[in-house]
């Protein structure tokens, strides 16, 4: 019953795991920095914040759980008509990249939040204490607190953008996600199938690896030495 | 000169307010060393927060220099906050950066450049002993020399007041005599007003001339530390001076008299200059050893170059003669007392 008959070749799998990189490297570069601004502005402008402004934070707030709370596919052939009108095509691995950004965004944004959350309140009381601005607190003091946090974030944010991608394949994205839907769902082949999952396993424990190897490195690199 | 004004301050906690200072009249005079005392909740930490704007008065002005804060601007908050140096119970230095980054900070933010940082950051390790210490992290440190740090950094922008929040409450105590010295050295060779905020009475008897108690939001006794320390006047005064100096015979001393029935039991109290007089044996002395004065237990300090102490005695002879030798003491100035049969001293 097992069917070793296969239509994947060497070009084809690398082909799409060249998309997944592409649509993982660029969603991931504009989400990240989107994220992050997003992040640090809920994170100074909450109540008690240190620029706390409470409508600014109520709509970026708001606007961030909405799109959380839409399921990625749908979120992503929602903002598919945008990507027509900006690039011309709502079709292809280009033209899911702003899906992309659309769903990782909000996602790093809550993960960065929660990692600013955690720096100690002591020392942006220090940094207040000190008469740092709003800038310099988050660029001086915040930040560099996070770091070994942030890097878990933006690991985790990386694997979730894989699995989005996956996603996105489904609506013609290409991808890896595209190669074990098309062949290895719809035309039952196995082989194409499983090395996609192996695949996909491989280089989400590579990035997880990697992440938790960098965070603890920044986190103790001061005890090693 | 700081001056605090009819200060009061509120919290509100859904819309409900709490008050937490309750009209604060306070002067700090420059180079002074001032304490601040009081129970957990008193208001201590929002009343030094003040001082720096790091809280704002909801009535009342808090006036440094002449200079009232509420008239002053974002942009001279910050100046100020610059030259108003702050340390904390959990130091609060950055985990992230280095010894030497992290004193570097304050004079980062002003922007001083790259050169004239690392001199001051030397100079500054100089001072507080931790040069073999500039490449470490904080979490190689012990608290001590965290409170070092955090000490070299808050006088990176020399400034001419000093804010101590509880600074040696998470430190032994050598480690915090260490500290309160370095402190010292701050207030004497920089010429810094230093503000402490404590809950321990031997932190003030070690450094503070000036000092207030705090209940409630209220300020209960303010005044000269010495003067203090021999004259609570209020109850919790009386309980932060009794943690340094205890003013009653302990109990098992007390009980083990009554055993053997020794009750003309007297606390005699020394102050300033009654110390420095012979006055025990000049009692009996002068009554050609008609009566007998007995030590039972004695409890002395010194704050600051003053002995005060209290001492308990039995006095023994014809009643008349004791009562001489009583007014005798009274006319040294020593205050004396005598324990009723309920332990109190009247
Ligand atoms: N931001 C705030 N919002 C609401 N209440 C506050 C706030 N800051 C302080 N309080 C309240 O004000 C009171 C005094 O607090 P404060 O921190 O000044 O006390 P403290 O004397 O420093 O106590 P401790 O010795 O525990 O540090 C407390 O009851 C506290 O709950
Ligand atoms: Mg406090």
Known sequence: MFDFNTLLTPELFFVSLYQTFFMVGISLFFGAILGTLFAVILVITKPNGIAEHKICYSILNTIINIVRSIPSLILLVSVLPLSYFIIGTSYGTTAAILPLIFFVSPYISRLVENSLLEVDNGIIEAANAM???????IWHFLLPEAKSSLVLTYTTATIGLIGATAVAGTIGAGGIGDLALNYGYYRFDHVAMITT????????????????????????????? | MIELKR??????HNKQEIKVLNDINITINDQDIFGIIGYSGAG?????????????????????DGHNLAKFTHHEIRQMKQKIGMIFQGFNLLESKTVAENIALP?????????DRDKVVDELLDFVELKDKKQAYPSELSGGQKQRVSIARALANKPKILLCDEATSALDPQTTRAILDLLKRINQQQKVTI????????????????MLVMENGKIVEQGNVVDIFQNPASPVTRKFVNAVIYDKLPI???????????NNIYRLEFLGSSCRHSVLSDAIMRDCGKISINILFSNMIDIQENVIGYMFVNIEGESNDVEEAIDFLKRKQVRIAKLDKDGNYV
């Not at chain 1, 008469?131 to 607190?137: I, K, N, Y």
């Not at chain 2, 201590?44 to 440094?64: C, Q, W």
């Not at chain 2, 004079?107 to 050169?115: E, S, Y």
Request: glycine content about 4%.
């Open chain 2, 252 to 262: 098992r001393i007390l009980n083990n008299m009554l055993k053997h029935d020794i």
């Open chain 2, 44 to 64: 201590k930490s929002t009343l030094i927060r003040l001082i720096n704007a790091l809280e704002k008065p909801t009535s009342g002005d808090v006036i440094i």
């Open chain 2, 7 to 12: 200060v009061c301050k509120s919290f509100y």
């Open chain 2, 195 to 210: 503000i402490i905020v404590t809950h321990e009475m031997s932190v003030l008897k070690h450094i503070c001339n000036n």
């Open chain 1, 131 to 137: 008469g740092a601005t709003t800038w310099q607190v």
């Open chain 2, 107 to 115: 004079l980062l933010l002003t922007g001083v450049p790259k050169q």
């Open chain 1, 197 to 225: 999952i192996i695949t996909l396993i491989i280089i989400v424990q590579i990035i997880q690896t990697i992440g938790n190897k960098l965070s603890k490195s920044i986190r103790n690199h001061h005890r090693e030495t």
